[in-house]
């Protein structure tokens, strides 16, 4: 008497190990990529914040023809108001710096990814134009991988 043959029914331990081994190599590539991808976005966090500081600099370098003096920068001064009340998420609250003749900005970050580092925006003269219109370079102590796309072309103004 033949008994039918009953097909198997569920997983076998092999193709189990096979699934648990592809999903640990997906996670492996996914983690490293992700965290990346979040230190980029703290760090772009800084750039928006300091758009406010960059206009009035640029302000100030049009209508005086050269860079915040330290009494720009001061405390007291507009500029340096202006720094002072920039913080955010992962920056610095009243850490943001102006350098006074150079107009250079710096941005520390307290928490996140980039914790201990800094974003600095340097303003330098349009040398195309009579006028004082100002591009940025971003520099700083920030991990290569950890750059705002924008920093990535010297050009971002």
Known sequence: MNTPFQAQKGFTLIEL??????LGILVVVAIPT????????QA??????????????SIASAVNNRLPNAEDVSKQGTIGVTAQRIGGTYIQNGGVTVEADTGKISIPFDKGQNKGKVLTLTPYRNH?????????????????????AMCRDDSHG
């Open 34 to 41: 992700y965290q990346n991808y979040i230190g980029r976005a």
């Open 128 to 148: 195309n134009d009579s006028t004082w219109l100002l591009n940025w370079q971003c520099g700083g102590t920030l991990d290569p991988m950890m750059v705002p």
């Open 17 to 22: 190990m096979i699934v648990i081994a592809i």
């Open 44 to 57: 772009s966090e800084a750039l928006y914040l300091a758009d406010d500081l960059k206009t009035e600099i």
